[in-house]
Protein backbone atom coordinates (compact mmCIF):
# COMPACT_ATOMS: atom_id res chain seq x y z
CA UNK A 1 0.00 0.00 0.00
CA UNK A 2 1.62 3.42 -1.32
CA UNK A 3 1.34 6.05 1.25
CA UNK A 4 2.63 9.78 1.42
CA UNK A 5 3.24 11.51 4.99
CA UNK A 6 3.44 14.81 5.24
CA UNK A 7 5.05 16.71 7.72
CA UNK A 8 6.98 20.33 8.60
CA UNK A 9 3.77 22.24 8.74
CA UNK A 10 2.64 24.61 11.49
CA UNK A 11 2.59 28.43 12.61
CA UNK A 12 5.24 30.71 11.31
CA UNK A 13 5.71 34.54 11.18
CA UNK A 14 5.79 36.71 7.96
CA UNK A 15 8.63 36.33 6.82
CA UNK A 16 9.73 33.70 8.57
CA UNK A 17 10.57 29.86 6.80
CA UNK A 18 9.63 26.36 7.16
CA UNK A 19 10.91 23.05 5.22
CA UNK A 20 8.00 20.71 4.73
CA UNK A 21 8.82 17.18 4.39
CA UNK A 22 7.25 14.21 2.32
CA UNK A 23 8.36 10.74 2.97
CA UNK A 24 6.56 7.63 0.64
CA UNK A 25 6.67 4.20 1.78
CA UNK A 26 5.24 1.00 -0.18
CA UNK A 27 6.89 2.48 -3.23
CA UNK A 28 9.43 0.34 -5.07
CA UNK A 29 11.49 2.34 -7.91
CA UNK A 30 10.78 6.17 -6.30
CA UNK A 31 13.53 7.63 -8.50
CA UNK A 32 11.34 7.33 -11.21
CA UNK A 33 8.21 9.27 -9.95
CA UNK A 34 7.89 12.80 -10.27
CA UNK A 35 6.96 14.45 -7.28
CA UNK A 36 4.89 17.83 -6.14
CA UNK A 37 4.00 20.04 -3.74
CA UNK A 38 0.22 21.77 -4.12
CA UNK A 39 -1.90 23.51 -2.31
CA UNK A 40 -5.41 24.59 -1.74
CA UNK A 41 -7.60 26.50 0.60
CA UNK A 42 -11.00 26.26 1.55
CA UNK A 43 -13.27 26.64 -1.35
CA UNK A 44 -10.76 27.14 -4.27
CA UNK A 45 -8.66 25.41 -6.77
CA UNK A 46 -5.60 23.20 -5.92
CA UNK A 47 -2.69 24.38 -7.13
CA UNK A 48 0.88 23.29 -8.09
CA UNK A 49 3.61 24.99 -5.92
CA UNK A 50 6.48 23.35 -7.21
CA UNK A 51 7.34 19.96 -8.94
CA UNK A 52 10.84 17.78 -9.57
CA UNK A 53 10.88 15.66 -11.99
CA UNK A 54 12.68 12.18 -12.13
CA UNK A 55 15.52 13.73 -13.57
CA UNK A 56 16.14 15.88 -11.24
CA UNK A 57 14.34 19.82 -13.45
CA UNK A 58 12.59 21.38 -11.29
CA UNK A 59 9.50 23.85 -11.60
CA UNK A 60 7.78 26.37 -9.47
CA UNK A 61 4.35 28.41 -9.53
CA UNK A 62 4.96 32.09 -10.29
CA UNK A 63 3.04 32.71 -7.11
CA UNK A 64 5.72 31.16 -4.91
CA UNK A 65 9.10 32.09 -7.51
CA UNK A 66 11.90 32.91 -5.78
CA UNK A 67 10.45 31.82 -2.52
CA UNK A 68 10.59 27.94 -2.51
CA UNK A 69 12.94 25.35 -3.27
CA UNK A 70 11.90 22.10 -4.05
CA UNK A 71 13.92 18.90 -3.54
CA UNK A 72 14.11 15.26 -3.23
CA UNK A 73 16.55 12.36 -1.53
CA UNK A 74 16.11 9.28 -4.13
CA UNK A 75 17.36 7.22 -1.19
CA UNK A 76 15.12 7.86 1.62
CA UNK A 77 12.37 8.37 -0.78
CA UNK A 78 11.53 11.55 0.29
CA UNK A 79 10.44 14.80 -1.00
CA UNK A 80 11.12 18.34 0.22
CA UNK A 81 9.36 21.75 0.16
CA UNK A 82 11.93 24.87 1.61
CA UNK A 83 9.72 27.79 1.73
CA UNK A 84 11.22 31.05 2.90
CA UNK A 85 9.82 35.00 3.20
CA UNK A 86 6.53 33.22 3.98
CA UNK A 87 3.30 35.28 3.60
CA UNK A 88 0.20 35.66 4.89
CA UNK A 89 -1.27 34.55 1.79
CA UNK A 90 0.29 31.56 1.58
CA UNK A 91 -1.52 30.17 4.89
CA UNK A 92 -3.24 26.96 3.21
CA UNK A 93 -2.66 23.16 3.43
CA UNK A 94 0.22 22.12 1.18
CA UNK A 95 -0.24 18.16 0.10
CA UNK A 96 2.52 16.31 -1.71
CA UNK A 97 2.25 14.21 -4.96
CA UNK A 98 3.86 11.78 -6.63
CA UNK A 99 2.91 10.02 -10.12
CA UNK A 100 4.87 7.76 -12.36
CA UNK A 101 2.67 7.28 -15.66
CA UNK A 102 -0.92 6.38 -14.88
CA UNK A 103 -0.39 5.93 -10.82
CA UNK A 104 -1.09 9.08 -8.79
CA UNK A 105 -0.64 9.17 -4.48
CA UNK A 106 -1.65 12.30 -2.42
CA UNK A 107 -0.70 12.72 0.68
CA UNK A 108 -3.34 14.11 3.70
CA UNK A 109 -1.32 17.41 3.90
CA UNK A 110 0.05 19.52 6.57
CA UNK A 111 -0.82 23.07 7.70
CA UNK A 112 1.24 26.09 7.01
CA UNK A 113 -0.12 29.25 8.68
CA UNK A 114 1.72 32.97 8.52
CA UNK A 115 0.41 34.95 11.16
CA UNK A 116 2.05 37.50 13.17
Known amino acids: QVQLVESGGGLVQPGGSLRLSCVAS?????????MGWYRQAPGKQREVVAV???????TDADSVKGRVTISRDNAKKMGYLQMNRLQVEDTVSYSCYAQLSASGYWGQGTQVTVSS
Open 52 to 58: IFSGGST
Open 26 to 34: GITLFSMFG
